[in-house]
């Protein structure tokens, strides 16, 4: 019964979130206007075959930058840095690919390799400055935002390639791009071959955090540091290579795109992913399935959010609204739940102590 309760209030809670991000968007909308009928239509409305192939893409990088976040999270650490993390090691890997130092498909597992050590280096460097100067990762993983905007920045305009009023790195050679699947009509455009690091990242993750010891201590860790250091475990160890770890994965985050469509780093580079996954964290609990239909969730009012501007004078950024309040909504509703469940295991203990506790004859008897 207990198990049907948990199943029960883990489903509940993003049910009710969902309704309450409808109920307050709708709201959001007639204050500016508008028809809230109208907006649900629009988004609503069955995608078009290419905008299930752009909800897919879209979904594997905020699935990877979510899962990057949950990391840390698991850690009970905060990694704002994701953003700048993914941007550096998207830049380095598209220079060093552009180069062809080897050929083929060596070169995009060199690339691939050198944006996870990229992302983990960047992230490492939070990590160490908490361990040694106890300094926050939440205030040092925005500094490094900053400083790895402005380095991308500084170099991509002094020895970029020029491209009209743009800059960008060099075209990668044919045989180091990725080939996609076409699931419609070639129109439709394809479904990039990358997509598959984040099923790869997800089951990675999902067998580490449960099935080894590193996993285990990982966990421990976040839920106590005190608890973990009496069972043996290093902590300061243990956060800078979750950081590490945490920023790997943040590294293959635009990848995906990378070697499927884009070829060079430059104004097809797509920013704002690393806040997306935090977000996308927050929704999934975490945990990869969650942050599964999370990140699918995501990509799609994304992506439909683009009718509103051709189909009605709705701005798109309601959906921004829409998706902070189905975040919000689902913490709240998930700590109501868990405070819920707390509150009848402890009145279930206390009946069983009061049946198990003797009466007073027996106490006699004895």
Same mark, same amino acid.
């Given at each position: 019964m207990t198990g049907l309760r948990r199943v029960g209030g883990a489903l509940v809670a993003p049910l009710v979130a969902v309704v309450a991000a409808m109920l307050i968007t709708s709201g959001v909308v007639a204050l500016s206007g508008s028809s809230a009928l109208e907006f649900w239509q629009i988004i609503l409305e069955p995608p078009a075959s290419r905008v299930y192939v752009n909800i897919v893409n879209q979904a594997s990088m905020i699935f990877l930058s979510a899962l990057a976040a949950a990391v840390g999270f698991r850690m009970n650490l905060f990694n704002i840095g994701v953003e700048g993390q993914y941007r550096l090691a998207s830049y380095v890997a598209a220079v060093v690919v552009g180069a062809a130092i080897v050929p083929g498909p060596l070169n995009i597992l060199l690339g691939l390799v050198v944006a996870m050590a990229t992302g983990a280096v960047w992230a490492g460097i939070a990590g160490v400055l908490r361990v040694t100067r106890g300094v926050s990762e939440v205030i040092s993983t925005i500094m490094l935002n900053a400083i790895a905007l402005t380095l991308v920045g500084y170099f991509l305009s002094t020895y970029g390639i020029r491209a009209g009023n743009s800059r960008r790195t060099e &075209?990668?050679?044919?045989?180091?791009?990725?080939?996609?699947?076409?699931? #419609?009509?070639?129109?439709?455009?394809?479904?990039?071959?990358?997509v598959v690091l984040a099923l790869v990242m997800g089951i990675a993750f999902t067998f580490v955090l449960n099935r080894t010891r590193f996993g285990f201590d990982l966990r421990a860790t976040g839920m106590s540091e005190t608890a973990a250091v009496a069972s043996g475990v290093k902590v300061g160890r243990?956060?800078? &290579?979750?950081?590490m770890i945490s920023g790997a994965i943040a590294g293959l985050l635009w990848m995906p795109s990378f070697f499927g469509a884009a070829y060079s780093y430059g104004t097809a580079f797509q920013a704002g992913l690393g806040f997306t996954g935090i977000a996308v964290a927050l929704l999934g609990r975490n945990r990869p399935l969650g942050i599964m239909f999370g990140a699918v @969730?995501?990509? #799609? @009012?994304?992506?439909?959010s683009n009718r509103l501007t051709l189909q009605s004078d709705i701005s798109q950024n309601v959906v921004q609204i829409t998706q902070g309040v189905i975040v919000l909504a689902v913490v709240v509703a998930y700590e109501v739940v868990r405070r819920r469940q707390a509150a009848a295991e402890q009145r279930a203990v206390t009946r069983r102590l009061e049946a198990e506790k003797p009466t007073a004859g027996q106490e006699v008897s004895a």
């Open positions: &075209i990668i050679p044919e045989s180091s791009r990725v080939p996609g699947f076409f699931p #419609f009509e070639e129109r439709d455009g394809a479904i990039w071959g990358l243990m956060i800078v &290579i979750s950081m @969730l995501f990509a #799609f @009012l994304n992506e439909q």
